[in-house]
């Protein structure tokens, strides 16, 4: 595959990853006294509710446009390992067995971009292009 094969097929991956997200930011914020009820119910502070919409919203819109990608897959993927523990360790409950298995596969997949990078369809990559043109124009 060329390289802008390869570059179009990241940013789908991109909107894939950061879609999941937005999706779930979203639905917090629509059912954000039930989805605050449940944190605390897990023995999590309902004031984190906030901080917890904040970095599934900004990471998801981050992701997609491809600006600090690798950081922000770090952080996203940090954010599904500590989801997975907090809300999904119950090992002998099957469904929840599953969901913490999806939160560690959705993290596996965000590393795998953090160590591929977001390809040249994104604003990391046009930050790149610019230093490359200003260094050869030196």
């Given at each position: ?26 639905g ?8 605050a009820?449940?944190?605390t119910?897990?023995?999590v ?31 996203l ?9 907090l ?7 099957r ?18 971009l ?6 040249r ?8 292009r ?5 260094s050869?124009s030196?």
């Amino acid at each position: 595959m060329d390289e802008t094969g390869e570059s179009s097929v990241l940013l789908v991956a991109r909107f894939l990853m950061g879609s999941l997200f937005l999706w779930s930011g979203i639905g917090q914020v629509q059912g954000y006294d039930e989805t605050a009820i449940f944190l605390t119910r897990h023995g999590v502070i309902g004031g984190l509710l906030p901080i917890a919409i904040f970095v599934e919203l900004a990471g998801a819109v981050l992701i997609i446009a491809g600006y600090r990608t690798r950081f922000i897959c770090l952080v996203l993927a940090g954010f599904c390992v500590v989801t997975a523990l907090l809300f999904h360790a119950n090992f002998a409950d099957r469904a929840q067995v599953f969901h913490f298995l999806k939160n560690a596969a959705i993290a596996g997949g965000l590393l795998s971009l953090y160590v591929s990078g977001p390809g040249r369809l994104s604003f990391d990559a046009m930050g790149t292009r610019e230093d490359q043109e200003k260094s050869a124009s030196r």
